[in-house]
């Protein structure tokens, strides 16, 4: 029993992976030796001494030291595949015992062996979907460096959803109990077949590091606040015509640091999330049917206040409705059925028991973007979308207005918002002629700021007018 166990700590490379999360920069030797590590452990296992008599480690040994110098960005040699093949021999029969286990393990008296056979739907489903990447490296579908960023998705995602439907479960309202946990399993159903959809296909180049290198005045620590950080910039991977957004991952980063220098808002406050699908922004949001997602969950009432970030694609309905923000899973055909309505946001915001709400949205929602149209190898969708008014408690800081296009940086390093944001809350908006220097950057100074340089910037680089819109809950005099 105390084996079995073990192994679904260890195999799973999910309930216990988030310490030790592959490297996407040096996924070849961190996917290896994570590797090494499961197969040393399965290898002493008493159970497995059928298997442990018939495979050498030496290959995988031999196989993470040629890795070692391999390129994050190629494919496994054959010394390599020696060794992973060796793993997935490995890991599948492990698999097999746990599956076993779990299939036919004594229930407690009174437990609910259906609630448990769903719990454990989550860790089996990450037990499988390793292996099959593991599969995919090995036969050369996928680098090194997709392995590793894969993995990193599926770990996030099993690890959020497992944790979410512990907390349905624990609700003591049995009706509000069997609801909430349906929901974390109807999101966690649409994640699977988002990512068997795309576990083989190798993923697009989309810039992580920020470009961006600024300090911003220290602000005080928030315990209490919370931010909520999405940087949706690979969209091709889904296969649905929808054009990548390459600077959305450095825009996130760059504000990650934002809002923990200046805002004082702690790492373990932040939920940041890289290529989130509908189902990911539903869980963090909420939907039309329940607007308690994990956001209203963290929040503490009347005490915290909340920062929303987007970096991504923005559309119009397709018949004119919305606006939208695009997850990375939606169909360009209807995005009025597979995104997400802006207005929606800004109902589900006003409804947290938060002190204050700040949305900056990098997006534009014209249907246009610098990458081409919202949906590849069609005509524009040029339809202007009207966006609602934001309640009072909800502070809107846009990067266009509704017809005009979101610009980046010519090198596709940032967005141009975002830079231009970033460089007025390090204090250029306090400066002369937008500020008088006394340490506090309002909403009226960062307006000034951005109408300055923004508009500027995007007019000079690409002869065009992007103006950068505040709706204001608050006083433009206030400091963010």
């Excluded at 015509?241 to 959305?248: F, G, L, Y």
Aim: hydrophobic share 45%.
């Amino acid at each position: 029993m105390r084996t079995i166990l073990a192994l679904l700590l260890i195999l799973g490379g999910v309930a216990a992976a988030r310490a030790d999360s592959v490297d996407v920069q040096a996924g070849n030797r961190d996917a290896l030796e994570h590797m090494l590590a499961d197969c040393e452990r399965i290898y002493a296992a008493n159970d497995l001494d059928a298997i442990r008599h018939k495979i050498d480690l030496s290959h995988h040994r031999e196989g993470m030291a040629a890795a070692a110098v391999t390129p994050p960005d190629a494919i496994p040699d054959d010394t390599e595949r020696k060794a992973i093949r060796l793993w997935i021999v490995l890991r599948n029969a492990c698999v097999a015992r746990v599956t076993d286990f779990l299939d036919h393990a004594p229930v407690p008296p009174g437990a609910d062996r259906d609630a448990v056979r769903r719990g454990n739907a989550f860790l089996l489903f990450g037990m499988r979907a390793t292996g099959s990447l593991a599969a995919a490296l090995e036969q050369g579908r996928l680098t090194f460096a997709d392995y590793a960023a894969k993995r990193a998705w599926l770990v996030e995602e099993v690890d959020a959803h497992r944790a979410d439907w512990r907390q349905a479960m624990m609700s003591p309202d049995s009706a509000g109990r069997t609801r909430r946990a349906a929901q974390v399993e109807q999101r966690f159903a649409a994640f699977t077949a988002d990512f068997d959809a795309a576990a083989d296909k190798p993923r697009a180049p989309v810039a992580s590091v920020s470009a961006v290198s600024l300090s911003f005045p220290r602000g005080p620590d928030r315990p209490d606040d919370i931010a909520v950080i999405i940087g949706n910039g690979d969209y091709t991977r889904m296969g649905r015509d929808i054009p990548d957004v390459p600077p959305a991952h450095a825009d996130a980063a760059a504000m990650r640091s934002y809002v923990v220098e200046a805002l004082g808002i702690r790492e373990t406050n932040i939920i940041f999330l890289t290529d989130a699908t509908a189902a990911q922004m539903q869980a963090v949001f909420g939907n039309d049917k329940d607007h308690r997602g994990r956001l209203f969950d963290w929040v503490k009432t009347g005490r915290s206040r909340v920062f929303v970030y987007y970096a991504g694609h923005g559309a119009p309905g397709g018949d004119g409705g919305g606006p939208f923000l695009v997850p990375t899973d939606a169909e360009a055909g209807r995005i009025g059925l597979s995104a997400y309505p802006l207005p929606l946001l800004y109902d589900n915001l006003a409804r947290l028991p938060a002190e204050h709400v700040t949305l900056v949205l990098e997006a534009c929602f014209s249907g246009m973007s610098q990458a081409g149209t919202l949906v590849a190898r069609a005509s524009p969708i040029l339809i202007t979308a009207k966006g609602p008014a934001p309640p009072p408690k909800i502070t809107v800081i846009a990067a266009a207005a509704a017809d005009q296009i979101a610009s980046w940086e010519p090198d596709a390093s940032h967005g141009l918002f975002t830079e231009y944001f970033l460089k007025a809350m390090s204090g250029e908006a306090d400066k002369p002629p937008y500020g008088n220097g006394d340490g506090n950057i309002t909403l009226e100074k960062l307006d000034h700021y951005l109408k300055d340089n923004l508009s500027y910037w995007a007019r000079r680089y690409y002869g065009r007018d992007q103006t950068a819109e505040i709706a204001a809950g608050a006083k433009k005099s206030d400091r963010l």
